[in-house]
């Protein structure tokens, strides 16, 4: 940073948050499916908040995976 | 003066390089001698018959619609790929390079999908853009737009270019942030004492500066392009629908691993290698020689 410049500081943030959230939407998306029961998941729109199913799915994967 | 070592013994340094040459021997010579012997023969899908036809393969390849508008579809691809991938990593970058607040954070949640493998990369967008379920298709539905990617084409190719793209910026962002940070202060705030805008001093002086860094990427994403974003195809589109996402190293695949079709398969990796070779030699020609001004 050179000068002050407000605005353009409010604006280089503004576009890495932007940023930041494109680029993590699908991991998070893909990390709260995998919280998610499959009736939940294909119920459009599916939630974007975990669910309580955490436990459950990680562990059905480790132990015998999927069916 | 340049030092040099002196092996008084005379099979020495041999033994010494041995390892390497028998590696790239074994890994790289014989198999690509091996796809372009492969390539001048037919043979029939059981493998029971072989006949060695010289550039027969090539001839058809050339001839074949198919082949062509693979050539034509890899072309709007990885050009979508580098371009996008380049442009948006180096507004992050410059961006990330202006703020001096939560400048850790933001690098390391943008550097985050560099973790992720390519078909994972693909599966994570296709769940998103998924026909029926998808996140992303729902919003599109609500905007009027009809999102399917498994019968248009066009989506399609949207859909890999995404997860293509996606994938890449992390690496870009890393390389573009280092380059702008290797800018010397002093040039631009002078440039700012004279009364330079930021967007001005932006396309004077940092993106020349930064030339060497941007050839470079756009080398390397050429080659992602074309090579690497195999998984990312094949956890997708699979090169459908209607072959319009197939890219050639797609094509080589298919055709010689699903269609049973060694021979032009083969001829297709040759061609492909050629390809490669010509890229690699443009970026040591450019690249290590360093852009100058």
């Known amino acids: ?67 | 003066m340049e030092k040099k070592v002196v092996f008084r013994s005379a099979w020495l340094p041999y033994a010494l390089v041995a390892p390497q040459i028998a590696i790239t021997i074994i890994f790289f010579f014989w198999p690509a001698a091996q796809a372009v012997y492969y390539s001048f023969l037919v043979q029939d899908p059981f493998g029971l018959s072989t006949q060695f036809v010289w550039f027969q393969n090539y001839k058809e390849l050339f001839n074949s619609s198919h082949y062509l508008d693979s050539f034509r579809i890899t072309a709007i691809f990885s050009v979508l790929v580098a371009v996008s991938g380049i442009v948006i990593s180096l507004f992050l970058a410059t961006m990330a390079d202006h703020v001096l607040r939560g400048a850790l954070a933001y690098k390391t949640m943008l550097i985050w999908p560099y973790a992720v493998a390519p078909a994972i990369a693909g599966v994570l967008w296709a769940f998103i853009f998924a026909p029926s379920i998808g996140i992303a298709t729902y919003v599109l539905k609500r905007w009027g737009i009809d999102w399917n990617w498994i019968i248009n084409g066009d989506q399609a190719m949207l859909l890999i270019v995404v997860a293509a793209t996606w994938k890449q910026i992390s690496y870009n962002f890393l390389f573009f942030l280092a380059g702008l940070q290797s800018i010397p202060r002093s040039l631009i705030e002078a440039a700012a004492i004279d009364g330079a805008t930021p967007f001005r001093r932006f396309w004077t002086i940092v993106f020349p500066l930064l030339s060497p860094t941007t050839f470079f990427l756009l080398v390397i994403n050429m080659v992602y392009a074309f090579f690497g974003t195999f998984g990312v195809i094949d956890a997708t589109t699979q090169g459908g629908p209607a072959g319009s996402t197939q890219i050639l190293v797609y094509k080589v695949y298919h055709d010689g691993v699903k269609a049973a079709d060694l021979g032009g398969s083969a001829a297709q990796s040759v061609i492909l290698m050629i390809i490669v070779i010509a890229l690699t030699v443009a970026q040591f020609r450019f690249v290590e020689r360093k852009v100058q001004y």
């Open chain 1, 1 to 67: 940073m050179v000068e002050n410049r407000p605005w353009l500081t409010f604006f280089a943030h503004a576009v890495l948050i932007v940023g930041v959230i494109l680029v993590a939407f699908p991991l998070w998306v893909t990390f709260v499916a995998s919280t998610l029961t499959y009736e939940e998941i294909v119920n459009v729109p599916m939630p974007l908040l975990p669910g309580d199913q955490l436990i459950k799915n990680y562990a059905q994967v480790l132990t015998s995976g999927s069916e």
